[in-house]
């Protein structure tokens, strides 16, 4: 009798004939329920939105609230490989062709001719300040240009390999953008410059690979930022702003072998970075290339 | 504010742009408090006011949410439970049927003393050898009942580690190890926070395991208190020699003597007695001591004189048996094997946790599956998708619950016990709230256990006698010289006396020897007239004719208290016709009137009223002999009596009674004001039940029995409609002749019903006809008949001073003070640790909802993760704790004991209201708040929300260190991160903003905040700790930073991995 009771509960709940309840509700209770929940979320959703709105209408269109998280910019390379590691064949065109692709994109806009249409030539070694006078502002603001052929060999004007084919390959450094930031002080410009990185091969054991790296050229020269890109004004006022950057070639890099190799900014004026970070103010990455089938 | 704790690690140079942020951040508060108000319409325009609104608008949110509440999505959950309640029913449902051996079981009363020799091997002078005794011994084993087997600590244990809710966690932690292995099993370096979590929760449910296995342990080392540990002796007769041995050791065929104040030490059949009575109140109920004879009265063996039985006691008299039963083979044993042969049903909180579980699950399964599938649709892969079910059923589990519901009742329990109820089963604490129905033993629980005369009837009157404990109650005029009289007579013809060295204690608290009628009479003239010693001096007794059941008088003769009077003073007492019919004169104002008819009426009437009070009633009669028949230095012979016994005078009657306790018709209100019914099931008289429970309200006054409205209309019982009658007294006899429609039928029909004369088999069947009906039935009782209706209710309730030890095993709950009221108190304290776990459970699970939509969010849109997993236990194990346990300290809500006993059908502790409240409502709510913060964080470091939906695989790949905002700035992603975990701790902290004013809407269910106040003080302090922890949490440095950078650098290796493919 039980199971009789029980199995006509479970049907019973689902869909009462005799009260016309789904799920023990009728109709309309299951309406105003919904009625109620719709209303409700309606609310809190416009709610919410009003709450954002206000939110929002007290931001900065130019410029972010806070910045100090960003302190010390970050660096980044091109080609970016695969997590930090460029690796290839020379031999075999298909494990570089990626790399120059990349290297292609990401320096079309660079091109003298669409620099020299947008931008202008700006003093070098000093500041392109472009102030606002009290809440006029001065908009849209210029950008300096940077021509891929500051980049001479890495250019890949000459050679569209970048190196890469010879076994002598380009990477392209860049300093995140910050808005605002100036970068040196006393109109010296920061730098980048490249070495080993020390890297740990067991407990309390450490190697570098310093004497494999061999020569390295910087373009620009010396591998400076120049101080007329900054500062920067952020994407909305300074639409056509070209983010400077510094090529490093390596001549005679030892081949068939991993070699760990950090770039950092040198500035009289960029904090060193937390410990933590291993991207602000450096960038470390893992070259191999191999010349064996 | 939120905002620099996440930094004080790594930066400290944040500090001046704090106070901006506790500007955006209190905004976000101000918006999630004022949204918790549970009534719509007022906290749009009370955005401002946030803090003073939400008391304005508590009381209307239950009206206005409770009437529209259920959440689409519990439906499937709901009709899961439902189905596996119904399975559970079925296996409960077992009918009980009762062992045929109680009344078959002996037929020794029915032998002759030789058969009986006979079949025991044993002489009725010489008892049994040395030697056969020792053979029956190893025969028979010992003579003591075979205790209930205890459960092994270690079951016990376990019981505690994986009953009810810890399953629900075990659950959580073997799927969060499952995600571990699998993520083990295909990474390099897994994910740590699912081990983490695992571990967590094992933790948790150890703690809490073993911390209510203690609070168990603690009330059964109570329990074993109780045990009377001195063993019993017996004197039996072996081979001709008296000789005292341990009771244990008596065997069957024992040849053994019993005295007044002895323990039976086994089933005697009586061979010879000297005045013998016996108390066998603890087996039969009644209250009244029988005599033993050798002959056999009845077929039955509980009825007949001839037998005695084990462990009731010899009141008074000697007298001498046969053994023809020991240990469990006894009648006490049969019941006491009977009872650990009862399977006592769940707990309805064991039920209820039963059913939150499943609605949990239910809800876990629901939205872990739906996400699984929308995950698989995103385009993850099939392990991801799985390890996001994992995630999002364990995210599901109230990590805190179990141990906040541990300590509710753990506190409850304390609680209980300072007034007197000791709590034997943890859960126990609540099933006396959700009772329906109270079975109450009348002797010693109702009453006090203890014979007082109630009333007298002298000078044709009847006079009213202070039945009170504490003789607060009303006097009658003692200046009438028949009451003088009357006293003498009671105080002369009585063979009760005060046991020695009590002479400090009140009157009614000391112990007297003898029978207890007698005793009533020595301690109501020794209250009325001082020293019944000093009467009895004066007066000394010359001869004495004691009680017995041919005569139904006893008489004694006194010489005077005049020294210069050499007449001699007859007094006597007895049945009121018997003494009647032996007077010929009656004192009236102290003068001696001959008994005309129309006195005798008027005694008639006297000695109706005062037995249909239920009262015993005793006459008194007196005579002084006259001098020249019985000169000074008559022989008085007793035996065969020569002297007069008729032709006295009568002095009056007195009445006794087992009167109420002061305590309990005001109790008996209260259970009927909170709609329990109250139902008197005694082994006494249908006439003394009725009277009591008149007495107590358990019949309420106006209510009349089928009886009451025959006699009062003047027709036969079978024409009055029984639909009439509300209250009803049923006698033993005609229960066993009903049938169960009819059983039910009566249950269902009379609001007032007294059972007299039932025999413990019977008792069980009012309680399973109580249960069938869908009470809850809570049962109290002290003797050994009880036990068996004490393990078969909801929660039998034993008497911690009257009880026996087999009741005591029985119960679930003790009364240390074997008092009514106590009962009453626990049904309080039962009833606000209900609404208490409910409003603690709400608070618990409404945090629920703004712990899981970060992680679905994360998976569904691809924003950053808003709140770790570190983050979420910091709440539930952390910052919920403290305000959780603090509800179960809340003051009850004025109508506790004014509403019905809730319906264990529809009353669930969490039922979909609930958890549509909490998650549907005010989870929302607070998961709005949360999201605020977060996107304020994340906006005013330049991530604005329009870019922030699918920036997640960037953002959490590590070779990304170039990811731009909305302002084209340039991010690392350690950078990133430490923004990220800012927002985690912005989270939590709006989190805990919001849980402020989720625990002052949770703190009440009906009264609104105004009414119930705020004077928790556990409560006030919860806040105070909740927010102290959460600055803590926060602001320390190390503590939070570390753990969460670790973590996350594992968690996110997985989707780096996954982007970079």
């Known amino acids: ?293 | 504010m939120a905002y620099s704790q996440c930094f004080s690690v790594s930066l400290s140079h944040t500090n001046t742009h704090t106070h901006t942020y506790a500007l955006s951040l209190s905004l976000s508060l101000s918006l999630s408090l004022s949204l918790s108000l549970p009534s719509l319409s007022v906290s749009l325009f009370l955005l401002s006011l946030s803090l003073s609104s939400f008391s304005l608008s508590l009381p209307s949110l239950s009206l206005f949410l409770l009437s529209l509440s259920l959440s689409l999505s519990l439906s499937l959950s709901l009709s899961l439970s439902l189905s596996l309640s119904l399975s559970l029913s079925l296996s409960v449902s077992v009918s009980l049927s009762f062992p045929p051996s109680l009344s078959t079981f002996q037929t020794e009363h029915k032998m002759s003393i030789e058969e009986c020799c006979r079949k025991f091997n044993t002489d009725i002078v010489q008892g049994l050898t040395n030697a056969k005794a020792a053979e029956f011994l190893i025969r028979d084993g010992p003579n003591c009942l075979t205790p209930p087997p205890t459960t092994p600590e270690w079951i016990k244990f376990c019981r505690q580690l994986f009953g009810g809710f810890s399953i629900l966690l075990w659950t959580g932690a073997i799927l969060c190890f499952l995600a571990y292995a699998i993520q083990a099993a295909t990474e390099d370096e897994p994910a740590g926070d699912n081990l983490y979590l695992g571990i967590v929760l094992s933790v948790v449910v150890v703690v809490t395991g073993c911390f209510s296995y203690f609070q168990e342990a603690k009330s059964s080392k109570i329990m074993e208190s109780f045990k009377n540990m001195v063993p019993q002796q017996a004197l039996v007769i072996r081979e001709g020699e008296k000789m005292t041995i341990n009771a244990e050791e008596v065997v069957a065929g024992d040849l053994v003597e019993v005295k007044g104040g002895d323990r039976i030490p086994a089933d005697l059949r009586v061979v010879s007695a000297h005045g013998c009575k016996v108390d066998n109140s603890s087996l039969t109920g009644e209250s009244e001591p029988q005599s033993r004879s050798p002959d056999c009265t009845h077929d039955n063996p509980l009825e007949t004189r001839n037998v005695a039985f084990f462990s009731t006691n010899c009141v008074e008299g000697t007298a001498r048996g046969i053994v023809v039963c020991t240990g469990d083979r006894t009648v006490m044993g049969r019941i006491a094997t009977l009872t650990s042969g009862l399977e006592s049903g769940k707990t309805p909180i064991a039920k209820e946790i039963e059913h939150f579980i499943h609605l949990i699950t239910g809800v876990a399964v629901f939205l872990g599956i739906t996400f699984f599938i929308l995950a698989v649709c995103l385009g993850y892969t099939w392990l991801e998708a799985v390890i996001f079910l994992i995630g999002i059923i364990v995210a599901n589990v109230p990590e805190g619950l179990l141990a906040t519901v541990t300590v509710c009742l753990t506190l409850t329990a304390k609680r209980m016990a300072k007034k007197n109820c000791l709590v034997k089963n943890l859960e126990a604490v609540e099933t006396l709230g959700s009772t329906s129905t109270i079975c109450s033993d009348k002797t010693g629980t109702l009453t006090q256990n203890r014979m007082t005369v109630a009333h007298m009837w002298f000078d044709n009157q009847i006079h009213e006698a202070d039945t009170t404990e504490d003789q607060s109650g009303a006097s009658f005029d003692k200046t009438s010289a028949s009451w003088a009289a009357l006293a003498r007579v009671a105080a002369l013809c009585n063979r009760a006396v005060f046991k020695a060295g009590q002479d400090q204690l009140p009157i009614l608290k000391r112990d007297t020897a003898g029978d207890a009628s007698e005793s009533a009479l020595l301690k109501c003239i020794e209250l009325s007239c001082g020293s019944v010693k000093q009467i009895r001096e004066k007066n000394k007794k010359v001869a004495e004719i004691p009680f017995n059941s041919t005569n139904k008088y006893q008489l004694s003769v006194h010489e005077t208290e005049d020294p210069n009077d050499n007449r001699y003073l007859l007094v006597m007492k007895g049945a009121p016709e018997r003494i009647l019919d032996r007077c010929t004169t009656i004192i009236i104002q102290g003068k001696e009137q001959p008994m005309d008819e129309e006195m005798k009426e008027s005694f008639q009437n006297a000695y109706m009223e005062l037995g249909g009070l239920g009262e015993r009633v005793l006459g008194f009669c007196h005579l002084l002999m006259p001098e020249d028949q019985y000169p000074k230095g008559f022989a008085f012979d007793c035996d065969d009596v020569n002297f007069t016994t008729e032709s006295l005078c009568f002095v009056g009657l007195m009445s006794m009674i087992d009167p109420p306790r002061a305590a309990v018709p005001d109790a008996v209100g209260k259970c009927r004001s909170a709609g329990i019914k109250v139902i008197m099931v005694t082994g006494d008289h249908p006439i003394t039940a009725k009277a009591i429970a008149k007495g107590v309200g358990i019949i309420s006054e106006g209510n009349e029995t089928v009886e009451d409205i025959a006699s009062r209309l003047n027709i036969p019982v079978s024409q009055v409609n029984p639909r009439d009658a509300k209250a009803c007294v049923i006698h033993g006899t005609d229960l066993k002749e009903l049938s169960q429609d009819q059983m039910d039928d009566i249950l269902r029909n009379h609001t007032e019903i007294v059972f007299a004369r039932t025999s413990p088999q019977q008792k069980l069947i009012i309680v399973e006809g109580c249960q069938r009906l869908g009470a809850i039935v809570a049962v109290t009782g002290d003797g050994v008949n009880d036990s068996p209706a004490l393990k078969k209710a909801d929660i039998g309730v034993a008497m911690g001073i009257s009880g026996s030890d087999v009741s005591k095993q029985a119960a679930d709950m003790i009364l240390l003070d074997d008092n009514f009221a106590s009962i009453v108190t626990g049904v309080e304290e039962g009833r606000l640790i209900f609404d208490n776990l409910k409003k603690s459970i709400a608070y618990t699970l409404t945090s629920n909802i703004p712990e899981i939509t970060p992680f679905l969010l994360f998976i569904i849109v691809n924003i950053p993760l808003p709140l770790g997993t570190i983050t979420i236990l910091c709440i539930d194990l952390g910052t919920d704790m403290v305000p959780a346990i603090s509800l179960a300290y809340e003051a009850a809500e004025s109508d506790i004991m004014k509403r019905q006993p809730r319906n264990p059908t529809r009353d669930k502790l969490v039922n979909e209201r609930l958890i549509s409240i909490a998650y549907g409502q005010i989870g929302m709510i607070q998961a709005l708040g949360g999201f605020f913060s977060y996107f304020v964080i994340l906006a005013e470091n330049g991530f604005l929300p329009s870019i922030l939906v699918g920036i997640r695989l960037n953002w959490d790949d590590r070779a990304c260190n170039d990811l731009e905002d909305s302002y084209g700035q340039q991010w690392t992603y350690e950078q990133r991160k430490i923004v990220e975990f800012t927002c985690h701790t912005a989270f939590f902290v709006s989190i805990v903003v919001v849980q402020w004013a989720d625990v002052i809407v949770c703190k009440t269910r009906r009264n609104s905040v105004f009414q119930q106040g705020m004077k928790n003080k556990i409560l006030i302090f919860g806040l105070f700790e909740e927010t102290a922890l959460a600055a803590f949490l926060s602001y320390t440095p190390g503590i939070h930073l570390h753990k969460q950078i670790d973590i996350d650098i594992h968690l996110h290796k997985q989707t780096y991995i996954y982007t970079n493919r």
């Not at chain 1, 609230?65 to 910019?73: A, E, I, N, V």
């Not at chain 1, 072998?257 to 291993?278: A, L, M, Q």
Request: charged fraction near 25%; aromatic fraction near 14%; include cysteine.
């Open chain 1, 1 to 293: 009798m039980a199971k009789d009771a029980e199995k006509s509960t479970w049907k019973d709940f689902i869909w009462n004939s005799r009260t016309r309840e789904f799920c023990g509700r009728t109709g309309s209770s299951w309406g105003l329920i919904l009625l109620f929940y719709l209303v409700f979320y309606i609310f809190l959703a416009g709610m919410f939105c009003l709450t954002m709105y206000v939110m929002l209408q007290t931001l900065d269109d130019y410029k972010p609230t806070w910045q100090d998280r960003l302190g010390t910019p970050g660096m980044m390379i091109r080609p970016r490989g695969k997590a930090m590691e460029i690796s290839y064949n020379t031999t075999n065109t298909e494990t570089w062709d990626m790399y120059i692709k990349t290297l292609d994109n990401f320096l079309s806009p660079y091109n003298n001719s669409l620099q020299a249409e947008k931008n202008e030539e700006c003093t070098p070694d000093q500041y392109f300040v472009q102030a606002d006078s009290g809440d006029v502002k001065n908009n849209p603001k210029r950008s300096c240009q940077f021509n891929r052929t500051f980049l001479e060999k890495c250019s890949g004007l000459d050679d569209h390999t970048y190196g890469y084919q010879a076994g002598k390959p380009c990477i392209i450094i860049k300093l995140n953008r910050v808005i605002g930031m100036l970068p040196g002080k006393d109109g010296q410009a920061p730098f980048v410059t490249c070495g080993a990185k020390r890297y740990k091969v067991g407990k309390d054991e450490w190697k570098e690979d310093s004497d494999k790296i061999g020569e390295v050229e910087y373009y620009p020269e010396n591998g400076t930022f120049n101080l007329m890109y900054y500062p920067y004004y952020g994407k909305k006022a300074q639409v056509n702003y070209s983010q400077p950057l510094v090529a490093i070639k390596f001549l005679n890099i030892t081949l068939n072998e991993d070699i760990n190799i950090e770039c950092r900014i040198i500035s009289n004026n960029i904090p060193p970075g937390s410990v933590r970070d291993k991207f602000a103010g450096k960038v470390s990455f893992k070259l191999r290339i191999n010349t064996k089938g």
